[in-house]
């Protein structure tokens, strides 16, 4: 997940991956650190197993976001 935050205090939150069925495939607490002015961010999680080409959902659960601006999310 690319993205940018401009501000020192660092954002906590959780990421899902959910099929089409509404199965939770993968879970995981995620953080969003300072960004500098002009750059990108980026995390990689990795879900530990192989996951079939189909339609999922990505939800990503924050609190006190503001300023957060998410730039793509890139899924192989």
Same mark, same amino acid.
């Given at each position: 997940?690319?993205?940018?935050?401009?501000? %020192?205090? +660092? /954002?906590?939150?959780?990421?899902?991956?959910?099929?089409?069925?509404?199965?939770?495939?993968?879970?995981? &607490?995620?953080?969003?650190?300072?960004?500098?002015?002009?750059?990108?961010? %980026?995390? +990689? /999680?990795?879900?530990?197993?192989?996951?079939?080409?189909?339609?999922?959902?990505?939800?990503?659960?924050? &609190?006190?976001?503001?300023?957060?601006?998410?730039?793509?999310?890139?899924? %192989?």
């Amino acid at each position: 997940m690319k993205y940018f935050y401009g501000k %020192q205090v +660092t /954002i906590q939150g959780k990421l899902q991956l959910i099929d089409a069925g509404g199965t939770m495939m993968h879970e995981e &607490e995620v953080q969003f650190n300072f960004t500098q002015a002009g750059k990108w961010n %980026q995390f +990689t /999680i990795n879900t530990g197993n192989m996951i079939n080409a189909g339609n999922y959902k990505v939800k990503l659960m924050l &609190e006190n976001a503001e300023g957060l601006a998410i730039s793509g999310i890139d899924i %192989q």
